[in-house]
């Protein structure tokens, strides 16, 4: 960083690498994009989602044995599944009259085992 008098006695600071804030600048997502960002970001903020998410992890399970394994009630299971959904960190597929629910694809899994992975260290 170079300092140029200004005439004045006052230090005016000339950056020269101002290529890195116009490189950013070029490659920052929309405001759209980072707020959908935070908004995913904000789903993963609920230790009840994040139990939910690695119950599915581990196996796709319906929301009675969600519920179960979970000590919690279906409604609260189902409440949690549907902003999920919303989400789409979650999918469902029907088998007969269940429901079954599981990890809506890779990234999400990539997700969470990052995440077990990064708190272990």
Same mark, same amino acid.
Do not use: W
């Given at each position: 960083?170079?300092? $140029?008098?200004? &005439? $004045? ?7 020269? +690498? ?5 490189? *950013?600048?070029?490659? !920052?997502?929309?405001? @759209? $994009? ?6 995913? /970001?904000?789903? /993963? &903020? ?7 998410? /690695?119950?599915? /992890?581990?196996?796709? !399970?319906?929301?009675? @044995? *969600?519920?179960?394994?979970?000590? !919690? ?6 409440? %949690? #599944?549907?902003?999920?959904?919303? !989400?789409? *960190? ?5 088998? &007969? ?5 599981? #990890?809506?694809?890779? +990234? ?5 085992? %990052? &995440?077990?992975?990064?708190? *272990?260290?």
């Amino acid at each position: 960083m170079a300092i $140029k008098e200004n &005439g $004045k006695n006052a230090a005016v600071h000339v950056h020269e +690498h101002t290529g890195n804030a116009h490189e *950013l600048k070029n490659l !920052m997502p929309d405001e @759209d $994009k980072l707020y959908d960002l935070a908004e995913l /970001f904000k789903c /993963f &903020g609920d230790s009840t989602r994040i139990r939910i998410l /690695f119950a599915l /992890f581990e196996n796709e !399970m319906c929301v009675c @044995d *969600l519920a179960d394994s979970l000590n !919690m009630t279906q409604s609260a299971v189902s409440h %949690q #599944l549907k902003i999920l959904k919303q !989400m789409k *960190l979650i999918t469902n597929r029907r088998e &007969g009259k269940s429901i079954i629910y599981m #990890l809506a694809d890779s +990234h999400v899994s990539s997700i969470i085992a %990052q &995440g077990i992975e990064h708190i *272990l260290e």
